[in-house]
């Protein structure tokens, strides 16, 4: 480069830009901890964090009755006395499953089968233990600071960061409730929400496969439902990068998530019975369901809860996920990384939605993932785009 093209350069005609990127950047680690610390220390009531602790808490041996009031013990102790109430005897519909299984310990021991199959978070949650002694502040410790390694991360993944981080926050923190509220609540979602959106950006910048099988592995360990985006994106990545030979170890990566899945899942119960009590029959010993769901009950549900599909927020995602696959196939007349990441995601917002109709905050846990890949999925081919009177260069991995 030039003399006379150097003074053009805009790190060269603003020296003062690239630390104040450099700035912006370690500013938002910071708040992304800081904001982590915070949801640990104000936790959220939520059911969940009550089977949870109990698995913490279990070992060989123990009575149920003293595993169950060890549980509810620090579920009390953590969230206080104000917020422990309602997580008893919520006046919704499920009322009377939370009674039963807090009157029957034996009851809440029966339900731990649908919450064990995640073992990597029980297991970070009895690490997390052995420094909160306290069963649940462990298990939203570890929510916490999966929260806050996402969040970290995810501008790193691109080449313009601060645009990435400009974007992130926005989605973040607006919206009824906030995505950081959700992510937040002591439960695997927040790390199986890190694997997954490190596996799929890990695999779309063409990290080694091991790597990317890693993660997908972790992802699926932390919570199997992870598997409805990862199977068929690493599926459909093999089929983009058929012609530089990684193909055949993607799809490695892809059957051995499928493989874990079912296994885990079948740890839980039979099949039937696991999607059964999804629609919250309220059998406090879901092991003593012996029937499937029928087409009756199954639509009565869709209809009951069909509307949080169509909210403006997962509304919104799923056609900015739409679109973007669309544009990027009509723009190249191929199927690219971009469109990839962005159909699938949408995709995982319907089956996940189809498979598992109730859920807690109106099924965005289960979004969440789609929702960061979808703006990945942005972010992704913005950066395919020139901006105007800026050269590529170590600005343009800045801005």
């Known amino acids: 480069m030039t003399d006379s093209d150097n003074s053009l350069h805009p790190v060269a005609r603003k020296p003062w830009l690239a630390p104040l990127c450099t700035a912006l950047l370690v500013l938002h680690v910071m708040v992304a901890w800081a904001l982590a610390l915070h949801s640990w220390r104000n ?4 059911w969940d964090m009550i089977p949870y602790a109990a698995l913490v808490r279990a070992e060989a041996g123990i009575p149920a009755a003293d595993l169950s009031r060890a549980a509810y013990s620090d579920v009390r102790d953590y969230v206080g006395p104000e917020k422990y109430p309602p997580l008893i005897d919520d006046p919704g519909a499920d009322r009377s499953y939370r009674l039963a299984v807090h ?8 339900n731990l089968k649908f919450y064990a199959v995640k073992p990597l978070y029980i297991f970070l949650s009895r690490l997390a233990f052995k420094v909160t ?4 502040s462990a298990a ?5 600071i999966a929260a806050a390694l996402l969040v970290s991360m995810v501008p790193f993944f691109f080449r313009r960061r601060i645009v990435a981080l400009a974007a992130l926050w926005p989605v973040l923190l607006l919206g009824d409730p906030p995505l950081m509220l959700i992510a937040r609540v002591a439960t695997p979602d927040s790390l199986a929400l890190l694997f997954v959106v490190a596996c799929a950006l890990a695999c779309i910048r063409n990290v080694h496969w091991l790597v990317v099988l890693a993660l997908a592995i972790l992802a699926v360990l932390s919570r199997p439902d992870a598997a409805i985006l990862l199977v068929p994106f690493l599926a459909c990545m093999a089929w983009v990068r058929r012609a530089d030979g990684s193909a055949p170890w993607l799809l490695a990566c892809s059957a051995a998530a499928f493989a874990l899945f079912f296994y885990l899942g079948k740890l839980a119960l039979p099949w039937p019975t696991l999607f059964w009590h999804t629609f919250y029959a309220r059998e406090p010993f879901p092991s003593a369901i012996s029937h499937v ?3 009756q009950e199954y639509l009565a549900v869709i209809r009951r809860t069909g509307h949080a599909l169509v909210a403006p927020r997962p509304l919104l995602f799923f056609c900015a996920g739409l679109g973007l696959a669309l544009a990027g196939l009509w723009r190249t007349r191929r199927i690219s990384d971009c469109v990839v990441l962005a159909a699938v995601a949408a ?10 109709p109730i859920d807690e905050y109106g099924h965005e846990r289960m979004f969440l993932g ?7 999925a942005a972010l992704l081919t913005l950066e395919k785009r020139k901006i105007p009177g800026l050269p590529a260069g170590s600005l343009e991995r800045s801005l």
């Open 370 to 376: 789609s929702y960061i890949l979808i703006l990945a």
């Open 347 to 356: 995709g995982n917002m319907v089956v996940h939605f189809v498979i598992f």
């Open 133 to 136: 002694h306290n069963s649940a």
């Open 103 to 110: 009157r029957d310990p034996a009851a809440l021991v029966d």
């Open 43 to 46: 936790p959220i009531a939520n």
């Open 293 to 295: 769901v029928t087409l």
């Open 140 to 144: 939203a410790l570890v929510s916490a």
